[in-house]
């Protein structure tokens, strides 16, 4: 029987209910709008060659794995609709983040209004109190930060927003028997699944929260699953033929020490004693999420064997959830239901069935946070009724207001974590601490500090902040003694310290450790160059370009070392080079033509200049190159002339002037 005016807290607000909780929403992530880009935003939106074509890039994006706009990277993922709204928004609003967080802050808002619009029918025998306070609780709840303040969030929020979408058509189609609302619920569970693949559990998830419906037998639901099963089979038929397609297979560095120590360690006792701790982890937040971190790779989370307290206890504890699962289906129990749901929403993330690309990470118990929102309700709701029959107005303001306080620490939270969002250092720098033991989180932050370092203009605070950069990045070797990109960084950090001797030895371990690594040759040779160690810089070039003989700006450097030896011979030679690649440098042309002139070649040289000139006629520098060149040739009158040509560029140039008045004269 549904609960009347009289029996119902909150039925004054049941008009009222389509916009509060949208605006609820909102209302949390409100200050994400002024956020920029950060962390993987700039795998999938910033550096994404796909994404930057805008509208021309979108075949390209629907038929290629997640991340292959990248540079061709193959990551094993399938992820099409996040990047073609993307694509969308490059060509229509350009690169701006506040629209791309507008656009998060929408999709959770209306994503939250379907859920609650599917929980008001699964608990329509219930008060109001128990849908509202259990989607309160799902919004407020702060693990939802890493996917909402985060623009890349974006394929969970569609994958959200579609299941939400399934839940309420289907919901619809039970109540009115509409074939239109079945056809809805099949086209978002489509446009979930475009969206992150992951939604392929969406198809247990949608029949088990219908059958929490008291009218709904498990057999009612069965039509449902036998819709949603097969379109996921097909799903992933198709993904796995668009992975299987590409050029590139998987990169194995996916399941590498430092992205997921659980995949990587050949122990079975230290994968599956990890494996269960993971269990308990995620039950963890889920309930105290207040230690919140954009990263847990390598060795955050320690290996742990099946012996330790802590692989015991989580397997003891996912068997009793297994367990409760069995019961709640077998007696329509509403909290052995609710561990059904939330196994079901960590399949993927648990790592038992199959390893995958991290070991931990908040975003991966996004829908988890549903079953554990329905549970707290539904445990209040008991501790509070105890043994009546009847749910009393008195009763319901005392679910109302542990609901209430549940949800304002949680917004607290929310928003408090929102602000850590707003760029990379801001994220690293709340983080660094907290993830004290990850090499990836150490090594972002130093990487950061040493992007920031180089944008000051002051000298004392620029060396303060590289040498912050560098306890960083020596923390992230230190953790993890095979860290390449680690070495790299710190490497150009010590050059910017001008620690050549240190730099020098980091590079050249770099290079030990992988010899395949070719940024470690160049950035070696430029150490080289700038401790004015030129035939080193030459050598180690050289071996760069057999990596990357399309480098023009490392034919360039060795061109000018080999200047700097007075080889002009050898350095013409580079320069030529690095003209081959890219025959419109400005910079490499105007060196060539200065080469020319120091070997005594100065038609060559002038020649040299009037191409430069072509490119850019603007360019005072070479003009007045030019000019010398032709004073070296004894041609005076071309001389007059390009000195004229540069004071109707620039009348005050006091070079040209002082040289025109000698020659006039």
């Known amino acids: 029987m549904k609960p009347s005016q009289s029996t119902d807290l909150l039925f004054f607000l049941k008009p009222h209910l389509i916009w509060i909780i949208p605006v609820f929403a909102g209302l949390l992530y409100v200050n994400t709008l002024n956020h920029q880009f950060a962390l993987d935003d700039y795998s999938v939106i910033v550096n994404h060659s796909y994404v930057q074509d805008g509208i021309d890039g979108i075949g390209d994006i629907l038929t290629t794995n997640y991340r292959h706009g990248q540079g061709g990277f193959n990551d094993g993922l399938y992820r099409p609709l996040s990047l073609v709204s993307f694509a969308l928004e490059k060509a229509f609003f350009g690169m701006n983040p506040k629209v791309s967080h507008f656009l998060n802050l929408l999709f959770y808002a209306l994503g939250g209004l379907f859920l609650f619009r599917a929980l008001r029918f699964i608990f329509r025998s219930y008060p109001l109190i128990i849908p509202v306070g259990i989607a ?33 058509s289907f919901s619809k189609q039970i109540e009115k028997r509409s074939i239109n609302y079945l056809v809805l619920g099949i086209v978002a569970f489509l446009f979930a699944l475009f969206s992150k693949e992951s939604a392929v559990t969406y198809s247990f998830i949608i029949p088990l929260l219908m ?19 097969p379109l996921s089979l097909i799903f ?25 120590p659980i995949a990587a360690t050949a122990d079975s006792s230290l994968r599956w004693g990890s494996t269960f701790h993971l269990q308990l982890i995620y039950l963890k937040k889920l309930i105290f999420p207040f230690e919140l971190i954009h990263d847990y790779s390598y060795n955050q989370i320690p290996l742990v064997k099946m012996t330790s307290w802590q692989g015991i206890l989580g397997l003891l504890v996912l068997l009793s959830l297994v367990a409760a699962s069995v019961w709640g289906l077998i007696k329509k129990n509403i909290l052995g239901i609710c561990a059904a749901i939330y196994l079901s929403s960590i399949l993927v993330a648990s790592q038992i069935a199959m390893p995958i690309g ?7 118990l996004f829908l988890a946070v549903l079953p554990f929102s329905i549970a707290v309700v539904m445990v209040l ?63 972002n932050y130093g990487t950061e500090l040493q992007g920031q370092a180089f944008l000051l203009s002051d000298e004392q605070q620029m060396q303060q902040t590289l040498r912050e950069s560098e306890k960083y990045l020596k923390k992230a070797i230190e953790i993890y003694p095979d860290y390449i990109d680690a070495y790299n960084n710190l490497g150009m950090t010590l050059k ?94 105007n060196a060539l033509g200065i080469l020319y002139g120091k070997s005594g070649q ?13 490119i850019n006629p603007q360019r005072i520098d070479i003009w007045m190159n030019l000019a010398f060149a032709y004073h070296k040739m004894g041609d005076t009158q071309k001389e007059i002339e390009t000195l004229e040509k540069v004071l109707q560029i620039q009348p005050q140039n006091q070079n040209a002037i002082s040289r025109l008045q000698q020659l006039k004269r």
Not at 358 to 364: G, H, K, S
């Open 211 to 229: 059958f929490l419906h008291p009218k709904v037998s498990l057999k009612k639901t069965l039509p449902f699953l036998m819709i949603l099963l």
């Open 381 to 443: 709701h008991r501790l509070i009724t105890k043994s009546k029959n009847q749910f009393s107005v008195k009763d319901q303001k005392k679910l109302a207001v542990v609901s209430l306080v549940v949800c304002v620490v949680f917004s607290f939270k929310t928003i408090g974590r929102n602000q850590d969002w707003k760029n990379n250092l801001t994220l690293y720098g709340a983080d660094v601490e907290k993830a004290s033991q990850s090499a990836r989180a150490n090594y």
């Open 236 to 260: 992933m038929f198709w993904r796995n033929h668009i992975i299987d397609s590409m050029p590139n297979p998987v990169d194995e560095g996916n399941f590498n020490l430092l992205n997921n």
């Open 496 to 589: 910017g310290l001008r620690n050549y001797s240190e730099a020098a030895d980091v590079y050249r371990e770099c290079i030990q450790l992988d010899p395949g690594y070719s940024k470690g040759y160049y950035n070696l040779g430029a150490v080289y160059f700038d401790s004015e160690q030129y035939e080193k810089c030459m050598i180690v070039l050289k071996e760069y370009v057999k990596f990357k003989p399309n480098n023009s700006q490392a034919y360039f450097i060795m061109a000018q070392a080999a200047e700097a030896q007075q080889d002009f011979e050898k350095a013409i030679l580079f320069a030529k080079q690095s003209l081959d690649v890219n025959p419109n440098q400005l910079d490499v042309l």
């Open 136 to 168: 309160l609780i799902f919004l407020a709840h702060p693990l939802h930060t890493e996917v909402v303040a985060n623009v890349k969030g974006r394929d969970e929020l569609f994958a959200f927003f579609g299941f939400a979408l399934c839940q309420f």
């Open 358 to 364: 991290v070991q931990f990470a908040e975003r991966l």
């Open 602 to 614: 100065s038609q060559l040289a002038a020649n040299t200049f009037t191409q430069a000139l072509q």
